[in-house]
């Protein structure tokens, strides 16, 4: 099964007055790196949030946004009776003064600096709330899971298709190799028999058998057909596997490259150029893709 190195998972939580909220974001990179941005206090959590997403993440560049939020109550909050008063003599003396009749609002003085305290406890010890915020990570993980393993099956999907368009050329190219021997015996003949016969000279049979033998020596592909089908083979064991293997399809990718170059170099027919340029670009297709699989 093949996993995408790219996509987003969130969550969120809400247990004793603790608000949780996880967002996971993970792009393609050749090893693993976590960046974490946490609220203030959190920061000491990374090596927890790195733990558990190893668990489920070998490769790629990953970004976790966490953010915590104690839900506050009225019981949170008091009203600074002193500061308060204080505020409201001041401005009923300036109204005097100013020989006002306007009264004071205490709705006016609520907001006004020191009026109302907020009594809540800063967090001290983060482990201690380390349960709920792993429990919301962990949702979040899977949703980038989920994610990860749709766009693999996508990916699997199009890659099972360039195969198919490797194998088809190589096919091909299979079927026209020994017709290309022949060609040339055929077009050796006709040459020297149109040269010697200016001279009145005899072609010695043993000859062209020696020069057809020297060209069949330079142009044989067939190893690297053979190589080519069983990387084609090896590409969909490892596609078939449980765990996704994207640096495995990688080394077989540069292979798969390698054999069709040599059958470009090597063969001297435009037929088979053509089927080696299909290959080449299926193959280039592929490489793209195989960028983003872990």
Do not use: C
Not at 216 to 236: N, Y
């Amino acid at each position: 099964m093949l996993l995408s190195m790219t996509g987003f998972g969130e969550a969120h939580s809400l247990q004793d007055g603790l608000a949780v909220a996880v967002e996971v974001r993970a792009i393609n990179s050749r090893f693993f790196k976590l960046s974490v941005r946490a609220s203030e206090g959190y920061a000491s959590l990374e090596p927890n949030i790195e733990e558990l997403a190893r668990q489920s993440i070998r490769r790629g560049t990953v970004q976790v946004n966490l953010r915590v939020d104690r839900v506050k109550t009225a019981q949170d909050f008091k009203i600074n009776s002193e500061v308060l008063a204080g505020y409201r003599t001041q401005l009923q003396a300036m109204y005097r003064q100013w020989n006002e009749t306007a009264s004071v609002s205490l709705e006016a003085l609520l907001p006004l600096p020191g009026v109302v305290n907020d009594e809540t406890t800063p967090l001290m010890n983060p482990e201690e709330e380390w349960p709920p915020i792993r429990r919301a990570l962990e949702a979040a993980l899977k949703n980038l899971e989920q994610m990860r393993v749709k766009e693999g099956r996508a990916m699997a999907d199009d890659l099972a298709v360039n195969l198919r368009v490797i194998a088809a050329g190589l096919a091909a190219i299979e079927v026209r190799s020994p017709l290309v021997l022949d060609a040339y015996r055929t077009r050796l003949e006709d040459r020297l028999k149109k040269v010697l016969a200016e001279y009145q000279v005899t072609l010695d049979p043993a000859d062209v058998i020696r020069e057809v033998t020297l060209f069949a020596d330079r142009g044989d592909i067939s190893e690297e057909i053979v190589r080519l089908k069983s990387h084609l083979e090896q590409f969909d064991s490892i596609m078939a596997l449980p765990e996704s293997s994207g640096r495995k399809l990688e080394f077989l990718t540069q292979e798969l490259f390698r054999e069709a170059n040599t059958i470009g170099s090597k063969a001297s027919d435009v037929e088979i150029a053509k089927q080696v340029i299909e290959i080449k670009t299926a193959i280039e297709r592929i490489r793209e893709q195989i960028q983003n699989i872990e």
